[in-house]
């Protein structure tokens, strides 16, 4: 993806920036919260050599007509020029697939630019998923979403996907290696207590939102156990930071750089985004950033 290419073969650390879920728009202060997140970017030392862009970029193109999908995207790309030199690697989020909800958008899906075909343009994606290669680190980037379900969509990779990410597996089974989805690929806490659920059901049974989570987990995650170079997965979604292990594998999940989509905080996670240094021996840290502090609801 963009600008990457200088990182290809570089035995230093590289310093990565998972940034998910801003969802860009032009209420509610958003474009200011975006920018003062990515000027905490900017400040952290060492110099940051590229973002993971989780996600959900804009407030909502699911269910808007095509010229409220494109003010959004503007308002990113506006926002994002001022980071020019910042290689992007991006995903798509739910948020980011413009008609799928067809009543609403007006769409009939024949449109050009209809479903992800909007956010791959604007994101400069040839594809929906893809590899990087950072230093001596492989960069796994998934798509998550595929079309239908309850939720207008069903989190789960597609029978060609599934079949790539094996390959990709298997054909390289020495290279540290970090998957980045936008939904979750594995349940913490958080996902619980996000649907508001406050007590188990008349049964006893805990209620699992099952939009926040890959419907087809177990299956990718027993790729990953068959191949132990697969060190951490991060995504976004859900709005939380949680810290996951499970069979060799971190998984981290950051909060939103929106909050709670620019209202303030959500569950008592603020904006914020994870700064990832990707060792060459293998070894990798993360830290959470909380810009929070200067998130203040508004009334809009």
Same mark, same amino acid.
């Given at each position: 993806m963009k600008g990457f290419a200088h990182l290809d073969g570089l035995t230093r650390s590289?310093?990565?920036?998972?940034?998910?879920?801003?969802?860009?728009?032009?209420?509610?202060?958003?474009?200011?919260?975006?920018?003062?997140?990515?000027?905490?970017?900017?400040a952290l030392s060492p110099d940051v050599d590229g973002l993971l862009l989780g996600g959900d970029v804009v407030m909502n193109s699911v269910g808007v007509r095509i010229e409220r999908a494109q003010e959004q995207w503007d308002l990113w790309d506006h926002v994002i020029a001022d980071h020019?030199?910042?290689? /992007?690697?991006?995903? /798509?989020?739910?948020?980011?697939?413009?008609?799928?909800?067809?009543?609403?958008?007006?769409?009939?899906?024949?449109?050009?630019?209809?479903?992800?075909?909007?956010?791959?343009?604007?994101?400069?994606?040839p594809a929906p998923y893809y590899r990087l290669q950072v230093g001596i680190w492989r960069i796994l980037v998934l798509?998550?979403?595929?079309? #239908?379900?309850?939720? #207008?969509?069903?989190?789960?990779?597609?029978?060609?996907?599934?079949?790539?990410l094996a390959s990709e597996l298997a054909d390289n089974t020495t290279s540290p290696t970090l998957v980045m989805s936008h939904v979750p690929l594995v349940a913490g806490p958080a996902d619980f207590f996000s649907s508001r659920v406050e007590a188990p059901n008349e049964r006893g049974d805990w209620l699992y939102p099952g939009q926040h989570l890959h419907a087809d987990s177990f299956e990718i995650l027993?790729?990953?156990?068959?191949?132990?170079?697969?060190?951490?997965?991060?995504?976004?979604? /859900?709005?939380?930071?949680?810290? /996951?292990?499970?069979?060799?594998?971190?998984?981290?999940?950051?909060?939103?750089?929106c909050g709670e989509w620019w209202r303030g905080d959500y569950l008592g996670f603020g904006s914020g985004f994870t700064v990832l240094d990707l060792e060459p021996d293998g070894a990798f840290q993360a830290t959470g950033v909380d810009v929070s502090a200067e998130l203040r609801p508004s009334s809009t």
């Amino acid at each position: 993806m963009k600008g990457f290419a200088h990182l290809d073969g570089l035995t230093r650390s590289i310093r990565l920036v998972h940034f998910t879920d801003p969802h860009i728009q032009p209420e509610r202060g958003a474009v200011e919260g975006v920018q003062r997140a990515l000027r905490a970017i900017q400040a952290l030392s060492p110099d940051v050599d590229g973002l993971l862009l989780g996600g959900d970029v804009v407030m909502n193109s699911v269910g808007v007509r095509i010229e409220r999908a494109q003010e959004q995207w503007d308002l990113w790309d506006h926002v994002i020029a001022d980071h020019a030199d910042l290689p /992007i690697a991006p995903c /798509i989020g739910n948020q980011d697939c413009w008609g799928w909800n067809r009543k609403s958008s007006g769409c009939n899906g024949s449109e050009p630019l209809f479903g992800k075909k909007m956010a791959m343009h604007r994101l400069g994606m040839p594809a929906p998923y893809y590899r990087l290669q950072v230093g001596i680190w492989r960069i796994l980037v998934l798509d998550s979403l595929q079309q #239908g379900g309850s939720h #207008g969509y069903t989190a789960r990779l597609d029978p060609e996907q599934r079949k790539w990410l094996a390959s990709e597996l298997a054909d390289n089974t020495t290279s540290p290696t970090l998957v980045m989805s936008h939904v979750p690929l594995v349940a913490g806490p958080a996902d619980f207590f996000s649907s508001r659920v406050e007590a188990p059901n008349e049964r006893g049974d805990w209620l699992y939102p099952g939009q926040h989570l890959h419907a087809d987990s177990f299956e990718i995650l027993e790729l990953f156990r068959r191949h132990p170079n697969v060190k951490v997965c991060v995504a976004g979604h /859900i709005h939380c930071r949680q810290r /996951i292990e499970f069979r060799g594998v971190t998984y981290l999940h950051s909060p939103a750089v929106c909050g709670e989509w620019w209202r303030g905080d959500y569950l008592g996670f603020g904006s914020g985004f994870t700064v990832l240094d990707l060792e060459p021996d293998g070894a990798f840290q993360a830290t959470g950033v909380d810009v929070s502090a200067e998130l203040r609801p508004s009334s809009t």
